[in-house]
């Protein structure tokens, strides 16, 4: 799968979880709780590692595939929600990334 593959299935997700945040609550979630929403899963990336490492007892473990995935997912819908492309953030990022480790 292509970034623009990504982009455009985590677009599709994320209004399909709009429409369940609407009937549960009555609204959709903020850009704001979004963002909150990663940051919670980007910290249980970490937690999941520690617990593969062995410095965190966890029974969740075989969840970091997973998780790893959801904060790729959220990313993309945040940049959506930003008004950037998820792909061209990467793509910009990784060219200035090989870049600067060249000179």
Known sequence: MNLKEVED????????YHALERALHGSEWSLEEDALA???DAGLVGR???DRAGR????EGE???A???ECVWWLAVLAERNGLSF???VEEFL???EEALQE
């Open 67 to 69: 998780k790893i995935g």
């Open 56 to 59: 965190w007892p966890s029974e």
């Open 9 to 16: 299935k985590s677009a599709d997700i994320r209004v399909r």
């Open 87 to 89: 792909s061209d953030c």
């Open 63 to 65: 969840k970091l595939p």
């Open 95 to 97: 060219k200035e990334r």
């Open 38 to 40: 990663f940051l919670t």
């Open 48 to 50: 999941l590692t520690m």
